[in-house]
């Protein structure tokens, strides 16, 4: 790995540690739902340089952004580990086998996704294990998914086309 890769590795982590640190701080009406905004952080490091980079952003963020905010090994890390590397790794699959099928915001529908089923598995095998409350907090979990994907993905889409045409416009280009 060339050292321009790791700075970029380096910064998006960066930027998706403030913004997961910053949303960890809003209140949710369920303790661990989040909107995941930094995953469209991912979901341009995917696009821009490759599977390996995202799923280093993620899991950079992942344990960092848990050591931070106390939450390292406890629940909330698992659960939000097991989301982002199923959906990073989901979104990575698609993309490598369809690279032009599917835009970002298609991209961060599969991850909405599996980070949704990957916590719901999670939830069910580590701490519920009763399907009731898994099958009743399942729709609402998908369909807040599926709002929150949409809206990562056009996001996600805006910051790579503004990251692209830098990258044309840049005097070292």
Do not use: C
């Not at 700075?7 to 009406?29: D, G, Q, V």
Request: hydrophobic fraction near 55%; avoid cysteine; charge should be positive.
């Amino acid at each position: 790995m060339q050292s321009r890769d790791k700075y970029r590795i380096a910064l998006l982590s960066a930027y998706a540690i403030a913004i997961h640190s910053f949303e960890s701080m809003l209140p949710t009406p369920i303790p661990w739902l989040r909107l995941g905004i930094a995953n469209i952080i991912t979901l341009a490091t995917l696009v821009l340089y490759g599977f390996r980079a995202a799923m280093m952003v993620t899991l950079i963020r992942v344990i960092l952004s848990s050591i931070f905010i106390g939450t390292f090994l406890g629940p909330g890390f698992i659960m939000s580990f097991g989301g982002g590397v199923a959906s990073t790794f989901a979104m990575g699959v698609v993309f490598s086998i369809f690279p032009r099928l599917f835009g970002p915001v298609g991209l961060s529908l599969i991850a909405a996704l599996f980070h949704n089923v990957a916590q719901l598995f999670l939830a069910y095998f580590l701490f519920v294990q009763k399907i009731e409350p898994i099958l009743l907090v399942s729709p609402v979990l998908i369909l807040l998914g599926t709002i929150t994907g949409i809206m990562n993905g056009f996001i996600g889409h805006l910051l790579i086309n503004n990251i692209r045409d830098k990258k044309v416009n840049s005097p070292h280009h």
